[in-house]
């Protein structure tokens, strides 16, 4: 097993019977759902589960999990999901997948939330590796990005891999990728962001991760929040 899939068999043993699980997204959580489905049909563990992508609601179906919509949920037991960084606080930066808001809202539903990751995620500050992704309605793109670039930031609006369309999230959102002052704090810029009109979510998440597992020479580490 490589690193990634060691700690997402790691996150599956922790999912007990009767469980509403979260699934992420990215190939990190496409192992945690192998390993949820393998648990599924050789345990006998009964367990439901919501998708934060169409990519994630299409391989739990293909592995026979049972999906719940997530118009139909009130809470979730558990949400399992990769990050692209995480600080030594476990602040996390999430969303090259782009569909941050279905993220958001299942770990904010969600009792517990397991992060795993490999080494080379960690970092000394959110934002070190990866430029902010930020979930923008449409029509308001320009002024958003209007708005950040007066305090500093740049960027621009992200484009399709071949580069000849802007990625357009599943429920219509445009993503703007935005590289902020170093100096700024990931809860200042939490809190910028989250106080912006016309962004609908950003990949900042702070302070909600419950643990990150972390796979080192084939031993699995667990940090806690708080710990
Ligand atoms: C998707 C995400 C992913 O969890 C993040 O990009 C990590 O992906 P991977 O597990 O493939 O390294 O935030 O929006």
């Known amino acids: 097993m490589n690193d990634k899939e060691l700690v997402a ?17 990215g190939s990190t959580a496409n192992y945690f759902i192998e390993q949820l489905a393998r648990r599924y049909h050789e345990d006998d563990l009964r367990v439901t589960v919501v998708a934060s992508s ?44 782009a569909d941050l808001v279905r993220e958001k809202l299942l770990v904010e539903a ?7 990751v490999d080494s080379s995620k960690f970092v000394s500050r959110i934002g070190e590796r990866f430029a902010i992704p930020i979930e923008v309605m449409p029509f308001a793109w320009q002024l958003v990005k209007h708005k950040l670039e007066a305090m500093g930031a740049t960027g621009d609006l992200r484009h399709t891999a071949n580069g000849d369309g802007l990625v357009v999230t599943s429920h219509g959102s445009l993503v703007l990728d935005m590289t902020f002052d170093s100096q700024l704090t990931a809860q200042t810029l939490n809190e910028l ?3 912006t009109a016309g962004i609908v979510e950003h990949g900042i998440f702070y302070g909600l991760a419950s643990s990150v597992l972390c796979a080192v020479n084939g031993q699995v580490q667990e940090q806690l929040a708080g710990g």
């Open 54 to 97: 169409v990519v994630s609601t299409r391989k739990a179906g293909q592995l026979g999990l049972p999906l719940m919509a997530i118009e139909h949920l009130t809470q979730l037991d558990l949400y399992v999901d990769g990050a692209d960084e995480v600080t030594p606080d476990l602040t996390l930066l999430k969303g090259r997948g």
């Open 9 to 25: 068999h790691h996150a599956a043993q922790q999912v007990k019977d009767g469980m509403c699980v979260g699934l992420g997204t």
């Open 110 to 116: 969600s009792k517990q939330f397991i992060v795993l």
């Open 193 to 195: 962001l989250n106080n």
